[in-house]
């Protein structure tokens, strides 16, 4: 005698064809989850940079302000070189200001070697591996990969046509590379504000 030995749907197992789009589906997921993990560590490592640049920018536009309020500089002195002015024309590298105290003018130098920081360009001082600032093993990070320029422009009235004589525009902008496997890639940044003869 022969029975037939019927299975139930519940005891069917997996065909090859639903196991290869499981394994699909989930390969296209890992991969797009290392793809957001690469953005992530990517964006991390230039926080450190973006946060420098935006220090530098507005470090100098101060700078500028507190050289006018204190009548250390005229307010026909807040001009390019080009224009008759202090501040330099073009993209500089970071220096130490000079005897005039201000930065990106024709007396800035070569900052002094200190602590961990060779001589040269600025240089930012950084927590060492124990992760607190102040202490031996501190490493400095050379800011020789930034530019600052400052840039001063006219201001026009209302009218579009004539320039008012007090008000200027105080553009600084800060370029830096960050270096990868794939060669520099630039970033820019930039902060502006207008600046009148009146404190």
Do not use: W
Not at 48 to 70: C, D, F, G, H, W
Not at 117 to 129: D, F, S, T, Y
Request: proline share 5%; net charge negative; charged share 10%.
């Amino acid at each position: 005698m022969r029975h037939r030995i019927s299975r139930s749907p519940a005891q069917d197992g997996f065909t090859l064809i639903e196991t290869m789009i499981a394994i699909a589906i989930m390969g296209i997921g890992i991969v797009t989850l290392i793809a957001v993990f690469g953005t992530a560590v990517s964006a991390t490592q230039n926080a450190e940079e973006n946060l420098i640049a935006r220090e530098k920018a507005l470090q100098a536009l101060e700078s500028v302000y507190t050289a006018r309020n204190n009548q250390q500089i005229s307010f026909a002195q807040i001009a390019n070189i080009s224009s008759g002015g202090i501040f330099t024309s073009g993209a500089t590298q970071l220096l130490c200001a000079g005897p005039d105290g201000l930065v990106n003018t024709s007396d800035d130098v070569n900052c002094p070697a200190s602590g961990p920081c060779a001589a040269g360009p600025e240089c930012v001082v950084l927590p060492g591996p124990d992760g607190i600032l102040g202490t031996a093993d501190d490493v400095g990070m050379s800011l020789a990969n930034f530019t600052r320029q400052i840039q001063i422009n006219s201001v026009l009235e209302a009218d579009g046509i004539t320039l008012n004589p007090n008000l200027k525009q105080v553009v600084v902008t800060i370029t830096y590379t960050t270096g990868g496997n794939g060669g520099s890639t630039p970033h820019v940044y930039t902060v502006s504000s207008l600046i009148s003869p009146f404190h």
